[in-house]
């Protein structure tokens, strides 16, 4: 695995006056939300689906544009408001740039209701590496795929997984690690929000202990290449 890391981008960019290169990249594929997770801020850029901060997460350096929102484990995580469009029926595609401070284990971003066991989608951090899923109703994975290799702490990662059909699959730093087609149960979808550095109320541990940035969903399953892209994109 290569494991890339940062470099500060000199001056402060407003996304939402002048598109960074980073997001001019992101946005050649029409994601459904992205959150730049920016200084601490849960804005989001195309429909204003913010994430409504708990805990008052910290900004932090690092990620693409040298921005990026840390998260203590504990007390710190956010919420977006429901929204169909976060967990529809078909093809998706869900990514976010990670650096784990401690830990090895930590829900990083999902789609989940405020309480209960379902989820529709997520990342997390399992035994110490990274893992995507794909939900059903009773909390179960539908999908399920874990990067074999283990974390370097305080590094930066990218992480995406594209849902195409019934085959997922998990890319660290543009390179596909897993992926899995053996469907369990069925697949819950639903009008749900999306939570970040934790899974909901009802499951409030393990949260992420780390930075993150960047994060962003997509109603389609982006190619290879594109993964590939996004991640080259955010390395400078």
């Not at 901060?53 to 203590?72: E, H, I, K, R, V």
Request: charged share 10%; proline share 6%; aromatic share 10%.
């Amino acid at each position: 695995m290569v494991v890339y890391g940062r470099s500060r981008h000199p001056g402060t960019i407003d996304p939402l006056a002048m598109p960074t290169s980073y997001l001019n990249t992101i946005l050649e594929d029409s994601p459904v939300a992205v959150w730049p997770l920016a200084g601490g801020s849960g804005t989001e850029l195309i429909a204003t689906r913010d994430f409504t901060m708990t805990g008052s997460p910290s900004a932090q350096t690092g990620g693409p544009d040298n921005t990026s929102t840390g998260f203590d484990g504990s007390t710190q995580y956010g919420n977006t408001a429901s929204a169909s469009a976060l967990a529809p029926s078909g093809d998706i595609t869900f990514e976010a740039w990670a650096y784990l401070a401690s830990g090895s284990t930590g829900n990083i971003m999902g789609a989940a209701p405020s309480t209960g066991d379902p989820f529709a989608w997520l990342f997390d951090l399992s035994g110490g590496k990274w893992r995507a899923a794909i939900g059903q109703s009773s909390g179960s994975p539908y999908l399920d795929a874990t990067d074999p290799s283990s974390i370097t702490t305080g590094v930066w990662y990218h992480l995406a997984a594209t849902l195409s059909g019934t085959t997922l699959t998990l890319y660290v730093n543009g390179s596909s690690v897993a992926s899995d087609s053996s469907t369990t149960g069925s697949r819950y979808t639903g009008s749900i929000p999306v939570h970040i550095a934790r899974y909901n109320s009802t499951w409030p541990t393990p949260k992420f202990n780390g930075r993150l940035a960047y994060t962003a969903f997509y109603g389609s399953a982006l190619s290879a290449g594109r993964i590939a892209a996004h991640a080259a994109a955010g390395v400078a």
